[in-house]
């Protein structure tokens, strides 16, 4: 933790970072608050998973100032890098999985990770469930079926599901879905909603910062926000 707070550094630019970061997580968590209202559900049924990949330190370091502790990650390395020293200091701290994972790499990402969302064919569900530590674990599906992004067809989802539940042991508890960035995300969103009562899975991860209030009224139970909290994606040395 020491490695990450020296990263962050002081002065008038952490401040100014503070206190824009707080702004956005009290403005996104009213929307949220207000979208769960709207729908009838309870307060507590939606997660805001925080999407911390490239970002500096300290616009994480301020992520946890506010109170946050459900971060979302695309690659195993750099979560290592953001979170690794952060654990001790922060043991409620929970990490999400929300790029695509190697199955090289389904060990590291098993033993960081807290749920992993990605899980999309036998070989990679086979190789998280022999990494040997449970683990809770999504279904990605690619509800657009675009050949250049990772997911099970749907047409495929059920015999995966089968697979990973009956012959993996994997504990699958919700299905992920990325829409097509000129789709609405509305159809995508009740497919994937469809597909997760028929298979009797209580979580859904859909919806980002630009759709996350649809995808609340379509029953997303996990929200993945990330420039609506941290502003653009830069990387850092």
């Not at 824009?20 to 403005?27: K, L, P, S």
């Not at 899975?201 to 993945?224: C, N, W, Y």
Request: charged share 25%; proline share 5%; glycine share 8%.
């Amino acid at each position: 933790m020491m490695a990450f707070i020296a990263r962050v550094g002081v002065g008038c630019q952490t401040v100014a970072v503070m206190k824009d970061i707080t702004a956005n997580f009290e403005e996104i968590g009213g929307r949220i608050a207000k979208a769960v209202t709207d729908a009838g559900r309870a307060p507590e049924s939606v997660t805001l998973v925080a999407v911390s990949k490239v970002q500096p330190p300290e616009k994480l370091k301020a992520a946890l100032d506010c109170g946050h502790r459900v971060f979302g990650e695309n690659r195993v390395q750099e979560a290592r890098e953001h979170w690794e020293a952060a654990r001790a200091a922060y043991p409620d701290l929970k990490l999400h999985l929300i790029g695509g994972l190697q199955t090289n790499k389904a060990r590291d990402a098993v033993a960081l990770f807290d749920v992993i969302e990605t899980i999309d064919r036998i070989k990679l569900a086979d190789a998280v469930a022999d990494a040997g530590r449970p683990i809770e674990c999504f279904i990605q599906v690619n509800t657009g079926e675009e050949p250049q992004k990772g997911g099970v067809l749907p047409y495929d989802l059920e015999a995966l599901y089968r697979h990973c539940t009956e012959k993996s042991g994997l504990k699958i508890t919700g299905l992920m879905c990325i829409p097509p960035v000129d789709a609405s995300p509305i159809f995508h969103f009740g497919l994937l909603a469809t597909w997760a009562k028929r298979l009797s899975l209580p979580k859904l991860s859909m919806g980002m910062s630009q759709d996350f209030e649809e995808a609340i009224r379509m029953g997303a139970t996990h929200v993945r926000v990330g420039s609506a909290l941290f502003g653009e994606r830069v990387k850092y040395e």
